[in-house]
């Protein structure tokens, strides 16, 4: 909590991270989020926020699944109306009136641009891997992807933000809760988001830039980067010659 020393802007961290991942990506193939058709696993703090920010920026929601089911609406799911609806009915979002209820078996080969997985792991897999319609899923979940439905994905041509990166912005937004902790400041909201874009991009970059140079998919990438790094500090400290 924040009266106890918690940061502002720490609740939506995450889902913020997700959303920033997704806009450089587009940035960087030129692609413009607007109407762009997005779909979202969990409806929790990292699924709304990240729900939040994409429709703000001017995309369109069109389903969410949660542990209770699905809904989908082709012309757009308004994301604070469900937040607030599901909030009323035990946190579950079935029964939304603006909203069709679909089967959830169905709910990855929805047509869409973006699919966001943000609930729980091994969700894509070699069974459902093949259906899935969207040019890019960003994972805000951890492991949402198992290996063989990756493998699939990217024959497919289809990009995947890796986890690693992906929902990172939770584990920044709690370094930054350390950093004022440690500091004794205060962090305005707009200060904490600010810095969270800031090393969220400095991070894409740097992956996007070595999966370009190694010619290889994103998540490969990030690993290579993380090891390269473990690898110079053990170098460093003359733990390796």
Known sequence: PI????????????GYGV???????AESNNIKLRDKKFIVQGFGNVGYWAAFFLVNEG?????????YGSIANEDGIDVDQLLEYSQGNKGSILGYAKARTIDSKDFFSLDCDICIPAALGNQITAKNAHKVKAYLIAEGANGPTDVDAEEILLQKGIDIIPDILCNSGGVIGSYFEWLQNRNGEIWSLDEVMEKLEKKMKESFSTVLKTSKERKVDMRTAAFVIAIERLEEAYVQRGIFP
């Open 59 to 67: 995309a369109i929601l069109t389903a969410v699944q949660d542990a």
């Open 19 to 25: 959303f920033l991942t997704i806009k450089f990506w």
């Open 3 to 14: 009266g106890a020393g918690g940061s502002k802007g720490r609740d939506r961290a995450t």
